[in-house]
């Protein structure tokens, strides 16, 4: 049996103290649901005044956050969040078993191993080289992010029930120079 089917509330995180505006989503993401919680996610950008590259770069996080739900749980939660100090969080969860977190760990190790000024160029070769996933990718989303969000991607495994573990995706990113 998937994982998926056999948790029905992954939680949704959004810390609420200092927070000017905020949602969160639970469910299956495809289709019309991510393009709607996109569309939410311009809408508080516009709405908070951020200037238009940094709203394309805060926006390119989203997308990744909620293509990696999309493409590797399928069912999860998403929340996002700008707060008072100029930062803006998107964090996901997803119910992921032991062959996955080995795969994400992985992926994190790679991500992680270059200093943030010589990811650009990582992301180059593998962009030039890399084959695909077999989710369709190039394996990018976390580089990806850490490059889009200057270094503000934080991960969590949380055990829940069944040998698998909630696998908590945190990115924030600066909305202010």
């Known amino acids: 049996m ?22 969160c989503f639970e469910g299956t993401f495809e289709g019309q649901v991510m393009d709607t919680v996109l569309r939410w996610v311009e809408h508080a950008l516009e709405d908070a005044g951020v200037a238009k590259a940094t709203k394309k770069r805060a926006f390119r996080c989203a997308v990744e956050v909620i293509q990696n739900l999309s493409k590797h749980g399928r069912r999860g939660s998403f929340s996002f969040a700008i707060y008072g100090d100029g930062t803006m969080r998107f964090a996901s969860a997803n119910a992921v078993d032991d062959v996955q977190r080995e795969v994400l760990n992985v992926a994190l190790e790679e991500a992680n191993r270059l200093p943030l000024e010589e990811l650009r160029a990582q992301r180059l070769q593998k962009l030039a080289h890399g084959s695909r996933t077999d989710k369709g990718g190039a394996g990018l989303g976390l580089l990806d992010l850490r490059a889009c969000s200057e270094d503000g991607v934080y991960t969590e495994f949380i055990p829940c029930r069944n040998e698998l573990q909630w696998f908590v995706l945190t990115v924030e990113v600066p909305l202010t120079s």
């Open 2 to 23: 998937s994982p998926h089917n056999q948790l029905l509330h992954p939680p949704c995180r959004l810390d609420l103290e200092n927070v000017e505006v905020g949602c």
